[in-house]
């Protein structure tokens, strides 16, 4: 069973950075489609970025494209979502999610996912 659990949220000012953290404490992740997702009050969950199995490819929203990196590192079973030059429209809880089918179709949609973590909130200050 895959579990996952997100770390390194917190409140931050504008412009400044946060590095969010995705482990899976029971299995590897290592063959895993992995993603990040977030959800402020009151809206839909948003795709933010995802990274193939292998860290091969990666993909971003326009919000996030130039500022945030995604990334892996398959020997410590961890993703990274790195984030900088944050906004007060970066404020939100943030998901990482995971899915054992390596194609990348429709990485952007949440149904793509099995798995998810429980969320970590990032709050920034203007």
């Known amino acids: 069973q895959v579990q996952l659990v997100e770390s390194g949220g917190g409140l931050v000012q504008a412009g400044g950075s946060l590095r969010l953290s995705c482990a899976d404490s029971g299995r590897t992740l290592s063959s895993y489609v992995i993603a990040w997702f977030r959800q402020a009050p009151g809206k839909e969950r948003e795709f933010v970025a995802s990274?193939?199995?292998?860290?091969?490819?990666?993909y971003y929203s326009a919000s996030a494209k130039g500022r945030f990196t995604i990334s892996r590192d398959n020997a410590k079973n961890t993703a990274y979502l790195q984030m900088n030059s944050l906004k007060p429209e970066d404020t939100a809880v943030y998901y990482c999610?995971?899915?054992?089918?390596?194609?990348?179709?429709?990485?952007?949609?949440?149904?793509?996912?099995?798995?998810w973590g429980q969320g970590t909130q990032v709050s920034v200050s203007s």
């Open positions: 999610a995971a899915d054992s089918v390596q194609s990348l179709f429709n990485y952007y949609k949440p149904d793509k996912y099995e798995y």
């Open positions: 990274i193939s199995w292998n860290g091969d490819h990666t």
